[in-house]
């Protein structure tokens, strides 16, 4: 029985984003940095022309998922990335659900734009009608959202420990569950074509 080994002799910090098969190393948050790269990917390779757009809280336990997105350098702009803070968990909700309303217009410079929005669980929270009302609304036909929520169970940074998942299933929102870095970039683009 043959073990596939990879023959590579050099290995660099960039492979995280650069590859599209074979071996990678990456954390969390670089993954989910990647996912929309691969979206993006996946999208060319079917003619069409996308981009990510991404909004969130950086005080939730994701926070450092901005430092990541800016530490990913032209990968990010190479993939039509575009990274705009929220001031709070409801207002980059607010601003990706528009993400999807995007291509209604004859101007669109896109045929479709992958959301992905993150937030503190207190954030999930404030953010159910935004997240309901979106959910309804549906994505993009070219589109689609991932919602990350950054649960805090053990309460060390929030004022109440919590779990998202009862908000998501108030919203009638699918809920994926990854147990390591491989399901996270598997899940991610799952739940974009969900």
């Known amino acids: ?10 290995v660099t910090l960039d492979d995280k984003y ?22 993006h990917q996946l999208d060319q390779a079917k003619g069409l022309k996308t981009a990510t757009f991404i909004s969130g809280y950086r005080g939730s336990p994701l926070g450092a998922l901005d430092l990541a997105i800016k530490s990913a350098g032209d990968f990010v702009s190479k ?12 207002l980059g909700a607010t601003s ?3 993400s999807q309303q995007l291509n209604l217009g004859p101007a669109a410079k896109y045929d479709g734009v992958v959301g ?41 940074s929030s004022t109440f420990p919590h779990q998202s998942e009862q908000a998501f299933i108030h ?20 739940g974009i074509a969900m």
């Open 1 to 10: 029985m043959s073990k596939h080994v990879d023959m590579r002799t050099t």
């Open 96 to 98: 990706v659900w528009g």
């Open 116 to 156: 992905m929005w993150y937030g503190k669980g207190p954030g999930v929270d404030r953010s159910v009608d935004v997240l309901k009302h979106a959910n309804a609304a549906g994505t993009s036909k070219h589109g689609g959202v991932l919602a990350l929520a950054g649960d805090d169970h053990a309460c060390k």
């Open 171 to 190: 919203c009638m929102i699918p809920t994926l569950n990854p147990a390591g870095i491989g399901d996270a970039l598997s899940l991610g683009l799952h």
């Open 79 to 90: 993939h039509d990335i575009t990274f705009v803070p929220g001031i709070n968990e409801d």
């Open 18 to 39: 650069a590859l599209r098969s074979g071996r990678i190393y990456l954390n969390g948050l670089q993954a989910l940095v990647r996912i929309p790269m691969m979206q």
